[in-house]
């Protein structure tokens, strides 16, 4: 009963969400097939239930339940959430409600940046995840950020202000690319924040080509009201690097979902996280990392606080194909938390077909140490200050990972602001 | 001055503290001596308020006031000051950072100003030549990777830093070779003057040839069965406990 009962309520969403596509069709720009060919696997997938093992954690119920509209009337005041944004001095690109305002921007010059359509990309694979092949239904706007052979193009942010427009609950499906040109750098500074309840289903497609180096710092700062599905495809060639590190602070139910492909020799990604979530928030970092080319390296380290009724959820996948020889894996999951009540699961994954490989991982789940605490306290510092420096601690080995100093400063200044609104 | 009345305590059913009594005057350095298990360590986690112990009876004041009542940091900044036999690690948080935050807090709490970096750093630089420790022991993690007698020093500036009124070193001896331990008696030595006390909690005589006390007391099965002068501890490095807690039975 209450199976048939929890089908029903997705399969109810899912229909929703294809009644939007109808509805819309006729004005969406772009790839006309390539949405019609999503919308049809997404109608024979709907939205995934707990059966399929890639969601076993995460139930979508709470987004389901949820009767998301198109907003009708753009937001034109959003001066609180543009404040709240980090200090980055850096050329930004805002989308409010996933619609590209070029008012609220600034774009750069040494990057190419099309913006006003979905930037598909070519990577995302919607046959495998719904919502991805929802997004590529749905997609409305998008940046599409290409850096050419060669040059260093600094910093770049790009901002998604998600609200509750005029009183109706949004959905969005922004649907960036970006594309590294040999030798290139770019640090891409993806900040996420917002009021109210919505949803922001975003996916990337990234392309790091022969020794360019993308440093990917995401700020997810949702309104803790909110839905945030994000899905990033990374492909890197041989000696280039994706360095991305996510934070995660917001967002009622979030799931950042990473694929990486190291596709050359030599490539390296990085997929570092932190996480603090309290009350009920749910959250979950889903990684898979494939190595497809001998004498590649990725590293994990993703690190969660929990507290309250919060849940983590981490899945890590390495993948290492028969021909990727001299592989260096390494992926370390460590959670601390703060009630009796949090929860977190993890599920750490390794295919390995190449014999000659170095692969370790590991998982730890802990409380703040009594012995560290009273040490810190018979010194004189107050019990809250000194259980907040115990927190800061045990994320300062993933966050001191973070070599862009404006980027490790906002979201420090995040995490502190996180602290005073308190437990 | 700490005034110690009747002092009782437990962890859980069994009872470690049975009825200590003990002063330590203003200015004055007292050593508390006894076998493994007499309650030596309980009786430094029960003053300085580590949770865990059941306080079953008697008081524990600090210049009146009633430590037993007060938090962990409340006591420290009152001016009470733990020494730990076992420094505890505090990987990801900078020793200069902790130094900093600790003695601000306690300025805080006292209503006084807090220092600023340089301030600090010039302090602490000053007490960390004097305990012969290398400038980049502030950069490290707090006690992380550090030897057992650079664990001690550390613990000795600490003190030299925060100032405490009474410091209460339990076997901050234990693990040091004689050069550390020369080196931290100094820096007990040099915190010595009319306004701080110290209760240095010992199993061995050795530490006492660098930190002379006033009086030495011998705890044994909780309870203080003998108290003395400097000579006690000599007595009890010659003929050893044994002589002393049956002559006390």
């Known amino acids: 009963m209450s199976a048939a009962l929890k089908t029903g309520v997705l399969d109810l969403a899912a229909e929703a969400f294809l009644a939007r596509y109808e509805g819309l069709r006729a004005r969406l720009t772009g790839d006309a097939a390539l949405r019609e060919q999503a919308a049809g696997l997404f109608r024979s997938a709907g939205l995934p239930g707990p059966r399929e093992e890639a969601w076993r954690y995460t139930a979508l119920r709470p987004l389901a339940e949820v009767r998301f509209a198109e907003p009708l009337t753009p937001v034109e005041d959003c001066a609180d959430l543009l404040a709240r944004l980090p200090a980055i001095s850096a050329p930004r690109l ?14 750069p010059e040494c990057v190419a940046v099309r913006v006003g359509g979905p930037a598909f990309g070519g990577l995302a694979d919607p046959a495998r995840e719904a919502l991805v092949a929802l997004n590529t239904m749905l997609a409305e706007d998008g940046a599409e950020i290409a850096v050419a052979d060669g040059v260093d193009a600094g910093t770049l942010m790009i901002a998604s202000l998600g609200t509750s427009g005029a009183g109706r609950i949004g959905a969005f499906h922004p649907r960036h690319a970006i594309t590294l040109g040999r030798g290139a750098k770019l640090t891409l500074v993806d900040v996420a924040i917002g009021e109210g309840v919505y949803l922001n289903n975003a996916v990337t497609s990234v392309r790091v080509a022969e020794d360019a180096a993308l440093t990917h710092l995401r700020l997810q700062m949702e309104s803790e009201a909110a839905f945030s599905i994000a899905t990033i495809y990374a492909e890197v060639a041989a000696r280039g690097t994706y360095d991305s590190f996510t934070l995660t602070l917001g967002a009622r139910l979030s799931r950042a979902e990473i694929h990486a492909r190291l596709a050359g020799p030599e490539a390296i990604a990085h997929l570092n996280a932190a996480r603090l979530l309290r009350g009920v928030q749910h959250g979950d970092f889903t990684t898979v990392v494939r190595h497809d080319a001998p004498n590649c390296a990725s590293r994990q380290t993703v690190k969660t606080v929990l507290a309250g009724k ?5 899945q890590g996948k390495i993948e290492v194909a028969r021909i990727a020889q001299k592989t260096d894996g390494y992926q370390m999951n460590q959670a601390m938390l703060l009630s009796p009540d949090a929860e977190m699961d993890s599920k750490p994954q390794l295919e390995i077909y190449a014999d000659d490989v170095k692969c370790s991982h590991g998982a730890t789940v802990g409380e703040i ?33 973070v070599a862009h100093d404006e980027g490790r400063a906002a979201m420090e200044a995040a995490i502190e602001a996180w602290w005073e609104q308190g437990l | 001055m700490l005034e110690i009345q009747n002092l009782a305590a437990a962890i859980g059913d069994k009872p470690i503290l049975r009825g200590i009594d003990l002063v330590v005057p203003k200015g004055e350095v007292h050593a508390i001596m006894g076998p493994n298990g007499s309650g030596k360590s309980t009786l430094s986690y029960v003053l300085s308020g580590r949770p865990g112990y059941d306080v079953t009876g008697g008081s524990a004041t600090f210049d009146g006031q009633d430590l037993l009542e007060m938090e962990p940091e409340e006591r420290a900044a009152l001016g009470v000051f733990l020494a730990f036999q076992y420094p505890v690690e505090l990987p990801g948080v900078g020793n200069a950072n902790f130094l900093r935050t600790a003695l601000n807090a306690q300025r805080r709490a006292r209503g006084e100003a807090e220092l600023d970096a340089p301030a600090f750093l010039k302090l602490a630089r000053a007490e960390m030549k004097r305990l012969s420790m290398p400038d980049d022991m502030l950069k490290r993690n707090v006690n992380v990777g550090f030897s057992g007698g650079e664990k001690k020093r550390n613990e000795v ?44 909690i010992t199993h061995y005589q050795r530490l006492l040839d660098y930190i002379v006390p006033d009086r030495v007391h011998v705890l044994a099965g909780g309870r203080i069965i003998r108290s003395g002068g400097p000579e006690l501890a000599l007595e009890l490095e010659a003929n050893g406990y044994g002589a002393i807690v049956d002559a006390a039975a």
């Open chain 1, 94 to 107: 805002v989308f409010v409600d996933g619609r590209f305002r070029e008012d609220l921007s600034r774009v």
């Open chain 1, 310 to 314: 919060s849940r983590g959820v981490f």
């Open chain 1, 369 to 401: 140490d009594p012995e560290q605490l009273f040490y810190l306290r018979s010194r004189g510092v107050p019990q809250e200050m000194a259980r907040m420096m115990l927190i800061r601690a045990f994320l300062a080995e993933a966050i001191d990972g």
């Open chain 2, 157 to 200: 500036l600490q003190m030299a830093i925060l100032k405490p009124r009474i410091a209460i070193l339990d076997e901050t001896d234990s693990g040091l070779d004689i050069d550390a331990l020369k080196i931290v008696a100094e820096g007990v030595n040099a915190q010595r003057g009319p306004d701080f006390s110290a209760l240095v």
